[in-house]
């Protein structure tokens, strides 16, 4: 196991499976602990397992990151367990319904934007305040997509709240670039993630019309995406802050 993190506290939200999964794992072999949050609490243990047999060490706390009391007492859990917060991996979400803008539903869009773009600013709230108050400064990653960076057809909802974050990292990034704190945002393509195969399900043209988009050829793995996010939280990473970094494939690039 690296100990390039020693010592350091991380938090993942949506660490139950997919990219969230193995961000948790990543900064356990990096050497931080590791605190996993979900509302899925049996994912999040099976994460929780998975991590100990890599030989990392964490906690798991229950959490939808939609309602601000449950994100305020994740942050009081995490600092009671491990007394800090150095890192934060903001990856809840969802893909919300597939539908054309005009076709999507109210409620859709209130859900998506609360778990997706609402979600990520009350985790940044608290994380920001806790690092402010233990001093020494942080990394924050939050997860948007490239459909944070260019237009999507069929998912508005999914897209504004990606497009949101990007700007939501952005201004953080200023507010507290003299604090110490870095604010970058991760902009995955497609990934071979439950979602992604929920999106997909029996139809290996959908699949198939996904990957034709792929400039690389393939979708990427959570693993790849997980250390592009323990890479900006590094000190290899040390001078960047407020970018929105797309690991597609080329796709933006196409």
């Not at 402010?132 to 897209?159: D, F, K, M, P």
Request: with cysteine; net charge negative.
């Amino acid at each position: 196991m690296s100990s390039t993190m020693s010592g350091k506290v991380a938090l993942v939200t949506g660490a139950a499976a997919g990219i969230g999964r193995a961000s948790a794992i990543a900064f356990g072999c990096h050497g931080a602990r590791v605190a996993l949050a979900d509302v899925d609490a049996s994912g999040a243990q099976e994460t929780l397992h998975l991590l100990k047999e890599a030989g990392g060490d964490g906690i798991c706390v229950k959490c939808d990151v939609s309602r601000p009391g449950d994100v305020e007492a994740l942050i009081k859990e995490v600092v009671a367990a491990y007394g800090r917060l150095d890192y934060a991996h903001n990856n809840a979400g969802i893909a919300g319904d597939i539908a054309l803008t005009a076709d999507c539903t109210e409620e859709n869009w209130d859900r998506t934007i609360n778990i997706d773009l609402k979600g990520v600013w009350l985790c940044m709230k608290h994380e920001i305040r806790q690092m402010l108050a233990q001093g020494g400064g942080g990394a924050i990653v939050n997860a948007s997509a490239t459909a944070g960076l260019v237009g999507s057809r069929r998912s508005s909802a999914y897209a504004a709240a990606a497009h949101g974050v990007v700007g939501l990292t952005r201004s953080a990034a200023l507010e507290y670039a003299q604090a110490g704190i870095r604010v970058n945002a991760v902009c995955p393509g497609v990934t071979r993630t439950p979602m992604m195969q929920r999106i997909i399900g029996d139809n290996p043209q959908v699949e198939a019309q996904m990957v034709g988009r792929v400039p690389m050829g393939r979708m990427a793995t959570p693993e790849e995406v997980a250390e592009v996010v323990v890479w900006l939280c590094s000190e290899g990473a040390a001078f960047v802050t407020g970018h929105a970094l797309s690991c597609d494939g080329g796709v933006v690039a196409s």
